[in-house]
Each structure stands twice: as structure tokens, then as C-alpha cells.
């Protein structure tokens, strides 16, 4: 992981509501500023965690993209899942005190790293805290649980619209557009994710290309008709 850091005033933060509590009272919010909370910047391809590290802070993203995996017996990698900004990093540590997998960058990125044993003494103090932290920790599990069952009771067409509307959805919002992204990841780590081979990914990009449901240039992808799109995940959900 790189070494440039600087220190973090979460009180002052734009997206503290991720990580904290927003109806803090004044010396509650000066106690959170005593974590001594770390902004990180991470290069595009590089760790931010590996699999077996030690776990001594959960990462909230504040800008770019992570995909998070592990490394099979076969040493190939099964991807797990793919972070953006205002989501958590890291808590697959909690149990074990080490991270169970391992997390990239997929473009330059910046992460909070909140030290995870000052957190938890805060959050016997501030019950708000700590029921806070238990809602976001059972918001990404959930989210992770969900997009798993749905994936695992569908087709190859229906997973990649699956997913992709889930994507569109998390990035809306955060802002950006509802109908327009632009894929961080490759083909061949959309497949991995989805369970499905590169070939089959490329070969559905192009079908529903040309059936007009979406319009794909390189990694630039825009639902065209979100409608259709819409009525293959759908279909897949019932089946």
C-alpha cells in the first residue's frame, strides 16, 4: 500500500454521514476528530489490503474504484465484489483480525482509514456510534448477500443487466448519471464476478449492442433503453 497519507478532520468531512453518525453533539464530534483518521491515496493496480494482512482499520472510499477478490487453489483470482465512493472496505477483518481477501485500485483512488480499535473504544462510549457502525457494516453485507442470490438464480444475459443496472444505480446516486457509466473494470473481471467467462461477457455486450439495449464504446457504456434492459433482469429475477 503507499505511503502517501495525510491526516483526516472527519467533522469537516462532506461524506462523514458514511462512516459517522450526522446528528453528533459538538464534544461528540470533537471526540471523532481524535481518531486520528488517515485520507490514503492509492495508485491505479496497487493494494490497498492483501489477503492474510493484518486488519487494524476499516477504509471508506472517498474518490475512484476498488474491486475486491480472492486467490483460488488454481491461483487464478475470483473477484468479489467492486467498491466506489461513499462504501466500506475491509470489514471481512473484524472477525479474524486478518483481511480475507484482497483489495485494488482500479483507478487513482483515495480511502479514510479509521483505526478500528479506537472506533470500537469511541463506540462504547457513544452507543449512536456503535449502532451506526453495526447499520453500515450490515448495509454492505446485505447489499453483497442480495446481489449474490439474485446473480446465482440467473441466466448469463440477465447477470450482466443485473449488474450493470445495480452499478448504475449505486453511481446515480452518488450524482452521476442514470443512464451513462464508464466501466472501471475489464471484461475479463465482469466475468469473474459474474461467473462467467470473458468470451461470454464480450459476446453478451455485443448482442445487446445490437439489439439497441445499450451502446458500448470501449469501456464507455450507456442504456439505451433502459426499459428492455430492465425486462431481462426482470424475466431472470422470476425464473
Known amino acids: 500500500m503507499t505511503n502517501a497519507s495525510t491526516t483526516a478532520t472527519c467533522s469537516q468531512c ?51 474504484f476498488f474491486k475486491t477478490g480472492l486467490a483460488t487453489e488454481t491461483g487464478h483470482e475470483q473477484v468479489t465484489g467492486f467498491q466506489m465512493a461513499g462504501e466500506m472496505l475491509g470489514l471481512d ?7 480475507m481477501g484482497n483489495a485494488v485500485a482500479l483507478e487513482d483512488s483515495e480511502v479514510c482509514a479509521i483505526p478500528y480499535a479506537r472506533l470500537a473504544e469511541l463506540s462504547c462510549e457513544l452507543p449512536v456510534m456503535q449502532q451506526h457502525l453495526h447499520k453500515a457494516m450490515s448495509r454492505e453485507i446485505v447489499r453483497e448477500h442480495q446481489m ?8 448469463a444475459q440477465e447477470r450482466l443487466a443485473t449488474f450493470l443496472l445495480n452499478l448504475v444505480k449505486r453511481l446515480h446516486a452518488r450524482g452521476f448519471s442514470e443512464s451513462e457509466l464508464v466501466l472501471r473494470m475489464t471484461r475479463a473481471e465482469i466475468g469473474s464476478y459474474l ?7 464480450s459476446r453478451l455486450f455485443s448482442r445487446l ?25 426482470a424475466q431472470g429475477a422470476m425464473h
Open 209 to 233: 449492442a445490437q439489439e439497441g439495449i445499450l451502446t458500448v464504446h470501449q469501456r464507455h457504456v450507456c442504456i439505451a433503453d433502459a426499459g428492455r434492459l430492465l425486462g431481462n433482469e
Open 195 to 201: 461467473g462467467m467467462k470473458l468470451e461470454t461477457v
Open 148 to 155: 449474490m442470490l439474485l446473480l446465482g438464480s440467473m441466466r
Open 93 to 99: 477483518g473484524i472477525v479474524t483480525e486478518r483481511h
Open 14 to 64: 462532506t461524506q462523514r454521514d458514511v462512516c459517522f453518525p450526522v446528528d453528533l453533539e459538538p464534544l461528540q464530534r470533537v471526540r471523532l476528530d481524535q481518531l486520528s483518521i488517515r485520507r490514503i491515496r492509492i495508485k491505479r493496480g496497487e493494494h490497498l489490503f492483501r489477503d492474510g494482512d493484518a486488519f487494524n482499520a476499516i477504509f471508506t472510499v472517498r474518490s475512484g
